[in-house]
C-alpha cells in the first residue's frame, strides 16, 4: 500500500520561502510522475507542480517561476521549493502521482500571513 507523508510546511511572512519533502513508501516511485496539490479553505484542490519519470517539470501560472519540483529517486521522494510566497498561496498541499490516486496523505499546513 502507497502511503504518502508530507512536511515542511509552516507559518512564512509573505515574500518568505519553504520547501516541502514527500516521502511515498509502498511502491516503485521512480516509474510515476508525481504532482503537489493544494487545498486553500472553501476551494477544490488544484495541480500546482507536476514532475514526470523524466523530470520534466509543468506548474500552475500562479506559481511559475516561484515554485520548483524536483525529486529524488534513491529517496523515494519529491520535493517543492516555494520562494517568493504570497497570503493567496496559503493552503494545505498534498502530493500524490499524477494523475493522482484515490488515496491522499495528511498533508502540510503553509500558511503565509504578516
Known amino acids: 500500500q502507497v502511503q504518502l507523508a508530507e512536511s515542511g510546511g509552516g507559518l512564512v511572512q509573505p515574500g518568505g520561502s519553504l520547501r516541502l519533502s514527500c516521502v511515498v513508501s509502498g511502491n516503485i516511485f521512480s516509474i510515476y510522475a508525481m504532482g503537489w496539490y493544494r487545498q486553500a479553505p472553501g476551494k477544490q484542490r488544484e495541480l500546482v507542480a507536476r514532475?514526470?519519470?523524466?523530470?520534466?517539470?509543468i506548474y500552475a501560472d500562479s506559481v511559475k517561476g516561484r515554485f520548483t519540483i524536483s525529486r529524488d529517486n534513491a529517496k523515494n521522494t519529491v520535493y517543492l521549493q516555494m520562494n517568493s510566497l504570497k497570503p493567496e498561496d496559503t493552503a494545505v498541499y498534498y502530493c500524490n502521482r499524477n494523475p493522482p490516486r484515490p488515496s491522499w496523505g495528511q498533508g502540510t499546513q503553509v500558511t503565509v500571513s504578516s
Open positions: 514532475i514526470s519519470s523524466g523530470g520534466s517539470t
